[in-house]
């Protein structure tokens, strides 16, 4: 039926572009961050204006910002990986094991170490997940608890410390380039990378067309099982390179590395703006998420509110959004029929 | 060995594969069978080889331990048997913990009321879950990660970074002191009586048919009259006053508080769910599978430490048994597809007119 669908916009790609990005959910969360950091740069000038300031805004986010891209790539397959604390943790303890075996090895060995190990870890959450197509929250709720077992296991109470990392490889956890800190223009290289390849690349595509309709995706003739198997690779690669990045920012390893941390990438891949259903959300929205919430849980000492309402604030930021996400979907539905109806 | 049928009105016999088995083979060959039979093997297997197992603090060390596992295990199986999860309900029980702490030991208050309050706090935690996911139609996965979060949150920001402790002298000694001259904690007593109430409400009940019905189909839940949304804000009202509860022990059992007290119970609960054999998408489950299921992992729990393992490698086994039950869930059924089917899909074809697939796939 001709009559029930709708005509193609009649503006130019610029028109469209402006619209669709003032509309946007990216902006909306980077309008809240650049209050956040306005309030708390006026109330004390020190948070972004000092030399050190200015480093730990950029700096501070940047582990969550890899989680939060591999997040958002399991989860726009409607899928969700809450084992990447326990990578972390394994991959920052692999980091320190390999420089007190070695202290001159080259950093790049220790970041493709690094990237290894997550990528087993991944393979093996991605081949559960894909083989037996078990819920991916199990699955990944188990491993997260066995895999951080197997690492305290093997760790007990032994804790690396500054003395056992190298001073080349300490010195890259804050070394910037154009005042810009190494480890975050990486990550932000990552974000690009796979912000790119989700927004063009066919696979990435077929990615959102899995996660808004697993079934319809299968019988479309989509690779699912290898694509969701590929997210979970990536996902869980980016957690182990996170792991180097918490092994060099803080010169520590021990058996509780990063555990907690699943539930802050999820929360910023939701406050995002991506949907935990799938098929929806951008890697740009995952990652200016991960900045918003280190950013709020820097700024909140500032505003006056304790420490301790961390854990609190960041809470109901996932529900808020959630509900926001909700809301905006209802109202998205009831224009679109009344669009059609009116056709 | 007759193959039961009914008749339905235009003559055509349905057949029911399952009931062609005989009644006891019906009865054992289920997975809460199975379950209970794990438990009992790992139990006569500890007896004799874990030194120390058959002591007389065992079942009781056990029985403390676990108790608050058991009781949030059991609101859970109801959620869980809709389809939706709450994974809230270890930080519903820190915070409501937190609650009675922070009434009794700052302010005074007696604990009865104290614990009464909390269990008022925990209803509205869970409530507002309920909220959320029936009435806004949130999924409840996202829901409770959040709430999770918030509510062990709420907690840190009540206690900070103080240990609470010093709770009255009776009232703490009362959850772990002995039924008369048995093994048995005083904490069993109200256990056997939530119990004995979520089995009777689950499986005696119209609003327990509901709960299957809801995780069947949703959609086809509300059209047989089954008020999903409300079933829904029930049962997490439920969980958050059952989890409170639990917190109140937990507070009284250690006589303190931190803001860690209870992190990661949530695991245990939901490994025991699914342990004992309800399905993860809902609508598939008992009870008793579930008790035993909590008491599988209790066993190997207590067997694990007295053979002297540490706290990680029950960390690890309590996630292979969670995969483990996922997978056997799951794919068997997969796997038992692909075998040839039983002889009494031979029967004769129930085709019914509606259905013009269903006969093909009964000639097989």
Same mark, same amino acid.
């Given at each position: +039926?001709?009559?029930?669908?709708?005509?193609?916009?009649?503006?130019?790609?610029?028109?469209?572009?402006?619209?669709?990005?003032?509309?946007?959910?990216?902006?909306?969360?980077?309008?809240? #961050?650049?209050?956040?950091?306005?309030?708390?740069?006026?109330?004390?000038?020190? @948070?972004?204006?000092?030399?050190?300031?200015?480093?730990?805004?950029? #700096?501070?986010?940047?582990?969550?910002?890899?989680?939060?891209?591999?997040?958002?790539?399991?989860?726009?397959?409607?899928?969700?990986?809450? *084992?990447?604390?326990?990578?972390?943790?394994?991959?920052?303890?692999?980091?320190?094991?390999?420089?007190?075996?070695?202290?001159?090895?080259?950093?790049?060995?220790?970041?493709?170490?690094?990237?290894?190990?997550?990528?087993?870890?991944?393979?093996?959450?991605?081949?559960?997940?894909?083989?037996?197509?078990?819920?991916?929250?199990?699955?990944?709720?188990?491993? +997260?608890?066995?895999?951080?077992?197997?690492?305290?296991?093997?760790?007990?109470?032994?804790? +690396?410390?500054?003395?056992?990392?190298?001073?080349?490889?300490?010195?890259?956890?804050?070394?910037?380039?154009?005042?810009?800190?190494?480890?975050?223009?990486?990550?932000?290289?990552?974000?690009?990378?796979?912000?790119?390849?989700?927004?063009?690349?066919?696979?990435?595509?077929?990615?959102?067309?899995?996660?808004?309709?697993?079934?319809?995706?299968?019988?479309?003739?989509?690779?699912?099982?290898?694509?969701? @198997?590929?997210?979970?690779?990536?996902?869980?690669?980016?957690?182990?390179?996170?792991?180097?990045?918490?092994?060099?920012?803080?010169?520590?390893?021990?058996?509780?590395?990063? *555990?907690?941390?699943?539930?802050?990438?999820?929360?910023?891949?939701?406050?995002?703006?991506?949907?935990? @259903?799938?098929?929806?959300?951008?890697?740009?929205?995952?990652?200016?998420?991960?900045?918003?919430?280190?950013?709020?849980?820097?700024?909140?000492?500032?505003?006056?509110?304790?420490?301790?309402?961390?854990?609190?604030?960041?809470?109901?930021?996932?529900?808020?959004?959630?509900?926001?996400?909700?809301?905006?979907?209802?109202?998205?539905?009831?224009?679109?029929?009344?669009?059609?109806?009116?056709? | 060995?007759?193959?039961?049928?009914?008749? /339905?009105?235009?003559?055509?016999?349905?057949?029911?594969?399952?009931?062609?088995?005989? =009644?006891?083979?019906?009865?054992?060959?289920?997975?809460? !069978?199975?379950?209970?039979? !794990?438990?009992?093997?790992?139990?006569?297997?500890?007896?004799?080889?874990?030194?120390?197992?058959?002591?007389?603090?065992?079942?009781?060390?056990?029985?403390?331990?676990?108790? =608050?596992?058991?009781?949030?295990?059991?609101?859970?199986?109801?959620?869980?048997?809709?389809?939706?999860?709450?994974?809230?309900?270890?930080?519903?029980?820190?915070?409501?913990?937190?609650?009675?702490?922070?009434?009794?030991?700052?302010?005074?208050?007696?604990?009865?009321?104290?614990?009464?309050?909390?269990?008022?706090?925990?209803?509205?935690?869970?409530?507002?879950?309920?909220?959320?996911?029936?009435?806004?139609?949130?999924?409840?996965?996202?829901?409770?990660?959040?709430?999770?979060?918030?509510?062990?949150?709420?907690?840190?920001?009540?206690?900070?970074? /103080?240990?609470?402790?010093?709770?009255?002298?009776?009232?703490?000694?009362? =959850?772990?002191?002995?039924?008369?001259?048995?093994?048995?904690?005083?904490?069993?007593?109200?256990?056997?009586?939530?119990?004995?109430?979520?089995?009777?409400?689950?499986?005696?009940?119209?609003?327990?048919?509901?709960?299957?019905?809801?995780?069947?189909?949703?959609?086809?839940?509300?059209?047989?009259?089954?008020?999903?949304?409300?079933?829904?804000?029930?049962?997490?009202?439920?969980?958050?006053?059952?989890?409170?509860?639990?917190?109140?022990?937990?507070?009284? /059992?250690?006589?303190?508080?931190?803001?860690?007290?209870?992190?990661?119970?949530?695991?245990?609960?939901?490994?025991?769910?699914?342990?004992?054999?309800?399905?993860?998408?809902?609508?598939?489950?008992?009870?008793?599978?579930?008790?035993?299921?909590?008491?599988?992992?209790?066993?190997?729990?207590?067997?694990?430490?007295?053979?002297?393992?540490?706290?990680?490698?029950?960390?690890?086994?309590?996630?292979?048994?969670?995969?483990?039950?996922?997978? !056997?869930?799951?794919?068997?059924?997969?796997?038992?597809?692909?075998?040839?089917?039983?002889?009494?899909?031979?029967?004769?074809?129930?085709?019914?007119?509606?259905?013009?697939?269903?006969?093909?796939?009964?000639?097989?």
């Amino acid at each position: +039926m001709s009559a029930s669908t709708l005509a193609p916009l009649a503006e130019s790609t610029a028109t469209r572009v402006a619209r669709n990005l003032l509309r946007s959910r990216e902006l909306a969360i980077v309008i809240v #961050l650049a209050l956040i950091v306005l309030v708390a740069t006026t109330r004390r000038s020190s @948070f972004l204006l000092s030399a050190d300031g200015w480093r730990d805004t950029l #700096l501070a986010p940047s582990i969550l910002l890899l989680l939060a891209v591999g997040q958002m790539v399991v989860v726009v397959t409607r899928n969700v990986d809450l *084992s990447v604390g326990s990578t972390l943790g394994i991959a920052a303890y692999v980091t320190g094991k390999i420089f007190v075996a070695n202290p001159d090895t080259p950093v790049i060995v220790v970041f493709l170490a690094g990237l290894g190990v997550g990528a087993v870890v991944g393979a093996l959450n991605g081949l559960l997940v894909t083989v037996f197509r078990v819920p991916a929250l199990v699955i990944t709720l188990g491993t +997260m608890y066995v895999l951080r077992g197997a690492l305290t296991h093997e760790v007990g109470s032994e804790r +690396m410390n500054a003395q056992d990392f190298p001073a080349h490889f300490e010195k890259l956890g804050t070394q910037q380039v154009l005042t810009i800190p190494v480890l975050t223009i990486i990550a932000l290289v990552v974000v690009a990378a796979v912000g790119y390849y989700l927004h063009t690349a066919r696979g990435g595509r077929e990615l959102y067309a899995i996660g808004s309709d697993p079934d319809a995706a299968d019988l479309y003739g989509l690779p699912s099982a290898r694509r969701v @198997f590929g997210a979970f690779v990536l996902c869980g690669a980016l957690a182990g390179l996170a792991g180097v990045f918490s092994a060099a920012r803080y010169a520590t390893a021990f058996s509780g590395t990063g *555990s907690g941390i699943e539930l802050q990438a999820v929360a910023a891949v939701v406050i995002g703006g991506v949907a935990i @259903f799938g098929g929806s959300g951008t890697v740009w929205g995952a990652a200016i998420g991960a900045f918003l919430l280190v950013t709020i849980n820097r700024a909140l000492p500032i505003l006056g509110i304790s420490e301790f309402w961390q854990g609190a604030v960041v809470g109901a930021l996932i529900i808020g959004s959630i509900v926001l996400d909700r809301v905006l979907s209802i109202r998205r539905t009831h224009k679109l029929i009344e669009a059609r109806d009116h056709a | 060995m007759s193959t039961p049928t009914l008749t /339905k009105p235009d003559g055509a016999e349905r057949t029911y594969p399952a009931y062609s088995r005989n =009644p006891l083979a019906r009865a054992l060959l289920t997975r809460e !069978a199975a379950v209970i039979l !794990a438990l009992v093997v790992v139990f006569i297997y500890s007896m004799g080889n874990i030194p120390f197992f058959d002591g007389p603090l065992t079942i009781f060390n056990l029985s403390k331990e676990y108790a =608050p596992i058991l009781l949030m295990a059991l609101p859970m199986t109801l959620i869980i048997i809709t389809g939706e999860i709450d994974l809230s309900v270890a930080s519903t029980l820190g915070a409501s913990a937190a609650v009675t702490g922070v009434l009794v030991v700052e302010h005074d208050v007696s604990v009865p009321v104290a614990a009464i309050i909390a269990i008022v706090v925990g209803s509205l935690l869970g409530a507002l879950n309920g909220f959320f996911i029936a009435y806004v139609g949130l999924p409840s996965l996202a829901v409770t990660i959040g709430s999770l979060a918030l509510y062990r949150g709420l907690a840190e920001g009540l206690i900070q970074a /103080k240990r609470i402790s010093g709770f009255p002298e009776g009232w703490q000694d009362w =959850p772990t002191e002995r039924i008369g001259d048995t093994q048995y904690p005083n904490i069993l007593i109200p256990t056997a009586v939530l119990i004995v109430a979520f089995g009777v409400l689950l499986h005696f009940t119209r609003f327990g048919r509901g709960i299957f019905e809801i995780g069947l189909s949703d959609e086809s839940a509300h059209f047989s009259g089954v008020n999903v949304a409300r079933t829904k804000m029930i049962l997490f009202v439920l969980s958050g006053a059952v989890a409170a509860f639990a917190g109140v022990y937990v507070a009284l /059992k250690a006589n303190s508080v931190a803001t860690d007290t209870g992190t990661g119970f949530e695991l245990k609960v939901i490994a025991g769910v699914l342990l004992g054999g309800v399905s993860i998408f809902g609508g598939r489950g008992a009870l008793h599978g579930v008790v035993a299921g909590v008491l599988l992992i209790a066993v190997l729990n207590s067997a694990l430490q007295l053979d002297g393992q540490g706290s990680e490698v029950i960390q690890i086994i309590i996630g292979l048994l969670l995969v483990g039950s996922v997978i !056997a869930s799951n794919f068997l059924p997969r796997v038992r597809a692909l075998l040839p089917r039983r002889k009494v899909i031979d029967a004769p074809p129930s085709v019914t007119p509606q259905t013009p697939g269903a006969g093909e796939s009964s000639e097989r």
